[in-house]
């Protein structure tokens, strides 16, 4: 059954540096998700991709973050100069269409900030 | 903003029981969606429910989307141990972008 990859699975990293989280969506899907949750926290919604573009925001997604789809089957999420209150699991999600909403979950990355 | 409100926060349950869990918000929604989070995994969709009134079946799972538009149930009958997780409704707001609820979280009882 097709799935949703993330990389790393954690990634430490010092407050002040750049991280790029990677995400490989289901391959036929069109519409791609980062989501945020803080530890035992609810899930945030962050930004939707579609056509090589941002779709929609939220208000966390400010100008340190990006995204990015470098080629037909990644999709980076990248957070230029880290906070200690961006450690979080960062969850990327794919889906074929968006009125659906049957968003498919990758298994996250935890990113942890020091 | 909108918001969804879940309950309850945790349940512990004996295996075999049914579970019942709600989410309710001050605002209409034209979705409802149910994940299911497993310890350090991303969540998993359950249900979807599309139409007010609907109800609809995943296994032990059944779901309904309130006639009012504000509110969802989720049901699971005869739980086992891997029933045990976090369990989120969510909903998508005018802008597309999904609203998620705190979670409920299914404890086993030993």
């Known amino acids: 059954e097709p799935e949703v990859t993330q990389t790393p699975s954690h990634q430490v990293t010092q407050m002040g540096q750049e991280v790029i989280l990677r995400c490989v969506p289901i391959s036929n899907h069109l519409y791609f998700y980062w989501y945020r949750q803080i530890l035992g926290q609810k899930v945030e919604f962050l930004v939707s991709?579609?056509?090589?573009?941002?779709?929609?925001k939220s208000e966390i997604f400010d100008d340190q973050f990006s995204v990015e789809r470098p080629d037909g089957s990644n999709f980076t999420l990248k957070i230029r100069s880290t906070k200690l209150e961006d450690s979080a699991m960062y969850f990327c999600?794919?889906?074929?269409?968006?009125?659906?909403?049957?968003?498919?979950f990758g298994p996250g990355t935890r990113l942890t900030v020091t | 903003g909108q918001q969804l409100n879940q309950s309850p926060q945790s349940m512990f349950i004996q295996e075999g029981e049914d579970v019942s869990m709600n989410c309710t918000s001050s605002s209409i929604f034209n979705t409802w969606l149910w994940y299911k989070q497993d310890p350090g995994e991303g969540p998993v969709l359950l249900i979807a429910l599309y139409k007010a009134g609907e109800l609809t079946s995943n296994g032990r799972l059944t779901a309904q989307f309130g006639i009012t538009r504000k509110d969802s149930f989720l049901n699971i009958s005869a739980s086992i141990p891997s029933d045990v997780g976090i369990y989120f409704c969510a909903a998508p707001d005018s802008n597309y972008q999904l609203i998620w609820g705190a979670g409920t979280k299914l404890i086993i009882k030993p």
């Open positions: 991709f579609y056509n090589n573009e941002i779709s929609e």
């Open positions: 999600a794919s889906s074929w269409d968006r009125v659906d909403y049957e968003q498919y």
